[in-house]
């Protein structure tokens, strides 16, 4: 039996995932969250096989929460499953530790056969997800998105103020003091050769940064 756990901040997402996967012989959904940080504490006190994770939610994000569930258990797999296939998305995600990355776009045998292949230890990637990774590897300076020079640090605090959290929000969530936030804030913008939030939302729109569903 494969234990699944769903964290999406839309019930109507995990509530349709979970009936897709109640017919099917072999997986089970043990639970399931609305954020990060409650996939962080839940993780804490259950052991899932595969946790399909949302990457765009309030607070820290699929990212970061990625990265704190494998710190405390390296053992579990985790595919995101989300509206974002533009890199670097993909390469950060994997990078911090998923095993897989499969587009919400995606039919509901190929979301069964990739929460299979994670559980045995393969690694998923949406082929078409994984041919922008590949090409980028090839030719790093191929892409004409800004985001790729971002820190994984600078490219949560962007996803986070795009989502309309504010400064001291974004402090108490990060364990960061404002003036630290501030500091990547300023830098991101530097960075991206812009001068706002309201600027920064619309690159990130424009380069498939964000889901506008959620604005």
């Not at 820290?60 to 995101?80: C, Q, S």
């Not at 393969?122 to 030719?139: F, K």
């Not at 795009?162 to 991101?188: A, C, F, H, M």
């Amino acid at each position: 039996m494969i234990n699944v756990f769903l964290v999406d901040d839309h019930e109507l997402v995990r509530t349709g995932i979970k009936r897709i996967l109640e017919e099917v012989r072999g997986i089970k959904v043990i639970g399931e969250a609305e954020s990060g940080e409650t996939a962080v504490k839940w993780c804490r006190e259950h052991e899932p096989d595969v946790i399909l994770m949302d990457m765009d939610m309030p607070g820290i994000g699929g990212i970061e929460a990625t990265k704190k569930i494998l710190r405390y258990n390296p053992d579990i797999k985790i595919m995101v499953l989300t509206i974002h296939t533009e890199d670097p998305l993909p390469s950060k995600v994997m990078q911090a530790g998923a095993f897989g990355y499969l587009s919400k776009n995606a039919c509901p045998d190929e979301v069964i056969n990739a929460i299979r292949q994670v559980h045995t230890g393969q690694r998923y990637i949406t082929p078409e997800i994984a041919q922008q990774i590949a090409l980028y590897r090839i030719q790093p300076g191929a892409s004409d998105n800004p985001f790729h020079d971002l820190s994984d640090r600078e490219l949560q605090i962007m996803m986070m103020i795009t989502r309309g959290e504010k400064v001291q929000d974004i402090s108490e969530q990060l364990n960061l003091s404002p003036k630290t936030v501030n500091s990547y804030r300023y830098r991101l913008f530097n960075k991206l050769e812009i001068s706002g939030d309201v600027e920064l939302t619309h690159l990130a729109i424009r380069h498939g940064m964000l889901d506008s569903t959620k604005l």
